[in-house]
């Protein structure tokens, strides 16, 4: 899949994510409840763009949004936190993607990975 298709296709998951997620909240009347896995799914798209993918990079992604997604580096829980319904639902996860996939791409880049 060409990039600029990648990044439509992730983009439009993405709002989707939001919409979804700020219904679920309201469904089950708790913020970020724990059965939205939508927000997850979301995250690991934007961990992996731009990463071609192999078995090792796939996993190494996997292990590298989890870990972000868990340690919520700035500004990633100020999203959680802060942003309202679905926004808040999804923005500490894409923060966590961000910094997993800035990580990925210095293992792809600087390590042969």
Excluded: H
């Excluded at 190494?60 to 949004?65: A, D, E, P, Q, T």
């Excluded at 679905?86 to 792809?108: F, I, K, S, T, W």
């Amino acid at each position: 899949m060409s990039w600029p298709l990648w990044l439509i296709t992730v983009a439009a998951f993405t709002c989707l994510a939001w919409y979804v997620s700020r219904e679920a909240e309201k469904l089950f009347g708790q913020k970020d409840a724990q059965c939205i896995v939508i927000d997850e799914i979301t995250g690991f798209q934007w961990t992996l763009f731009l990463i071609a993918p192999t078995a090792l990079r796939v996993a190494l992604g996997f292990i590298l949004f989890r870990l972000f997604d868990i340690v919520k580096p700035f500004p990633a829980r100020l999203f959680q936190e802060r942003l309202p319904g679905g926004y808040g639902v999804v923005g500490d996860d894409l923060a966590a993607a961000v910094y997993a996939n800035l990580a990925l791409q210095l293992l792809v880049r600087f390590w042969g990975i």
